[in-house]
């Protein structure tokens, strides 16, 4: 999967190659993705939604992952000839690709952003915590503008730590700009397995208070730990869990709670925070739920996974929608599918990172499979009035 990823050589280039191209789709693709064009992707969305889906998260799959050596020789193209040329080449068809997937999502949904999608002049000024070109930065306000408009939120995506600093500087200066006190149209991505996220996202909840905005919030544990130094990940699973779940239940209560901490000699109340916690870890999503139901409803708060990964909980979370509790304080769960769409080899790197993740899926199988079997099992109880459908 890694060398269709990062090739040169047609023949394993899945957009150069139609039987490469249909096999994977077939496959791989099928599985993850949403479509390479409009009409694939409304079919998709569709398809979620009656489920019983809340709603999508839908990503224009086009980004770049970069080599050390990459990271070494990354030079400005901001001037002459070769600005032209990525402006043409790079930057223009990532705008409007992502401008698109923007119109493809209805309001109430989300739109994921890579930045690194944009090319060399986007990597070049993240990779050196430099604002965007001026091109750029109309693109991106073009994008958000229209998001906005549509009341459609966007989700500006984590990427390696290479160019994550700037990332981190831009989803600032666009929060800046869109959000209101107590909505967020522009979210930033928290990666928990990195030991510094508690320390960066305080520092953006001060600065949120402190400026008045409410700070979009997508947590997640991280995607790109074949390719982050490993010195700056937690040392275990474990460590990384408790980070993920620590900082979720301070920000369902909104309080200043380990492993997150107050700014010294500024205000302390708790911003407004708008939440997307995005997580295949059944304990965690259950935990989550246990605080919302117990009455902590001061963050509004979305629950997603990706497509293909992690349907018994995102299952649960749509049951849990669809059959009212008894209980009143009940909290009822939005539950969203997080999915890309383009070609099949845009579409590569993020499938080399769902097979990553997926190398441990022999140990989830069994936790999948009980959960198929209480599912048929309810619904044959259900089909004799022997329990709730």
Known sequence: ???????????????????????????????????????????????????????VILGYAKEVVLTDEQTLNLSSCDEGPTAEECIRTEINPWAEGTLETVRLASPGDFVALKFTGAGRQALYNLSQQLPPSKYLAEKIDEICKLATDRGVRLLFDAEQQAVQAGIDDWTLVYMRKYNTPERASIYGTYQAYLKATPRVLSSHLAIAKREGFALGVKLVRGAYIGTDPRHLIH???ANTDAAYDGI???????????????????????PAVNMVLASHNHDTVRKARAILDSGARGTEVAFAQLQGMADEVSCELV????????????????????????????????????????????????????????EVARRVKASFGLSRA
């Open 248 to 270: 979720a239940a301070a920000l369902l209560t909104r309080t200043w709670s380990a492993p997150l901490f107050a700014p010294e000699g500024q205000d302390t109340t708790f």
């Open 319 to 374: 049951s849990a929608k669809k059959t009212p509790s008894t209980d009143e304080k009940a909290f009822t769960p939005r539950a969203y599918k997080y999915l890309v769409w383009g070609s099949t080899g845009d579409c590569m790197k993020y499938l080399l990172r769902r097979a990553h993740e997926n190398r441990d899926a022999v140990q989830r199988t069994k936790s999948g499979r009980d959960a198929m079997r209480a």
């Open 1 to 55: 999967m890694s060398a269709l990823a990062d090739t040169s050589n047609p023949v394993l280039m899945p957009d150069r190659n139609p039987l490469l191209r249909w096999s994977l789709k077939k496959t791989f693709y099928a599985q993850f993705c949403a479509g390479e064009n409009p009409t694939e992707v409304r079919h998709t969305i569709s398809s979620l939604k009656n489920i019983g889906f809340s709603g």
């Open 235 to 237: 040392d275990t699973k």
